[in-house]
């Protein structure tokens, strides 16, 4: 059945990519109903790039069809409209003024009001709830450094080099990030929450990282966003550990984070030396940098305060 009016875009999408072909270019005239509608059928898309390849089935054989790289790169654009961020102050900063915006905007709003809450007051199930919301905080990023360095060289990409070696545990599989994940997971048996179930700030908050790995033209802003991630995600660990540590979670829960409260400091300031600095030397590099940290910076504020009214608090975390 092909697309309908008044039926959900990513709904007819998700269906289309099964079929291909005729029932995919049915869909170059679709509308999306809602924001919700247009973020859900883009993580579709971006799927086709970045999705586990057992999950995908023959799907990614559409990645390149003509109408979903035209779907894409209008929702793409809507999306990035829906972000908001104003570029008009980002007119060519030299490297120093870009590690100190960059640096500023890392420092404001370190911790948010959740991450208190869940170090001093959540309960057991809200702990549980607050880390299956987040997804997965550490979910992708090794993939993310590895697209990140592609075609990049010297100084920015060893250091993108040693960042994903950590996420690879240097080397020992039990350390390997997602791994540490897995087992905290089930320690604490975190459900895994499907999209359908998160509320449209954590699904944008996903998109971002899927958009800027799929869209070479958004490199600079790709390396703005995931240093901020770096940058911020230290703090933020620290207090998780201080809930998990204060609800009694056993070892398992705890290495993701004590790994990420020690590691991930050491991975701001060095991409902020390494790969931010010599980058940045370049106008092109500069302004997309900073735009893409405060492309993070809101699609992060916004799921905080989505977070702290779900709670009663204030939340939000992502390592890296
Ligand atoms: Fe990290
Ligand atoms: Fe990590």
Redesign the pocket.
């Known amino acids: 059945m092909p697309h309908g009016p008044g039926q959900p875009l990513h709904v007819g999408l998700d269906r289309a990519l099964d079929v291909g072909g005729d029932e995919l270019t049915r869909l170059t005239a679709a509308r999306a109903l809602d924001a919700r509608d247009e973020t859900l059928a883009l993580l579709a898309i971006h799927d086709l790039h970045l999705a586990p390849i057992d999950e995908m089935g023959e799907r990614t054989r559409w990645q390149h069809h003509p109408a979903v790289a035209a779907l894409k790169g209008s929702l793409e654009e809507r999306y990035i409209e829906r972000l908001g961020v104003d570029d008009g102050n980002l007119v060519s900063p030299g490297a120093e003024e870009t590690v100190a915006a960059v640096r500023g905007l890392a420092g404001s709003d370190q911790v948010p009001a959740v991450y208190r809450w869940v170090a001093e007051e959540a309960g057991g199930d809200e702990l549980v709830e607050f880390l299956a919301l987040e997804g997965g905080p550490?979910g992708g990023?090794d993939d993310m450094v590895a697209v990140c360095q592609v075609g990049i060289d010297g100084a920015p990409k060893l250091e993108l080099a040693r960042n994903y070696w950590d996420?690879m545990g240097r080397g020992g599989s039990a350390q390997v990030?997602t791994e540490l994940h897995r087992r905290l997971v089930k320690a604490m048996g975190v459900r895994r929450m499907a999209r359908s179930e998160q509320p449209l700030e954590a699904l944008d908050r996903s998109v971002l990282g899927s958009l800027l790995a799929t869209n070479r033209h958004l490199q600079p802003e790709m390396v703005g966003a995931l240093g901020l991630i770096e940058m911020q995600a230290g703090h933020r660990c620290r207090k998780v550990v201080d809930g998990l540590r204060r609800i009694g979670a056993p070892d398992d829960a705890l290495g993701f984070y004590v790994e990420?409260a020690a590691a991930d400091p050491r991975h701001g300031k060095n991409w902020l030396d390494h790969v931010i600095t010599p980058l940045a030397a370049e106008p092109r590099w500069a302004n997309g940098i900073l735009r893409g940290a405060r492309w993070c910076v809101g699609v992060n504020r916004r799921f905080f305060d989505m977070a702290a009214r779900r709670f009663g608090a204030g939340a939000g975390t992502r390592?890296?």
């Open positions: 550490d990023f996420e990030h990420h390592a890296a």
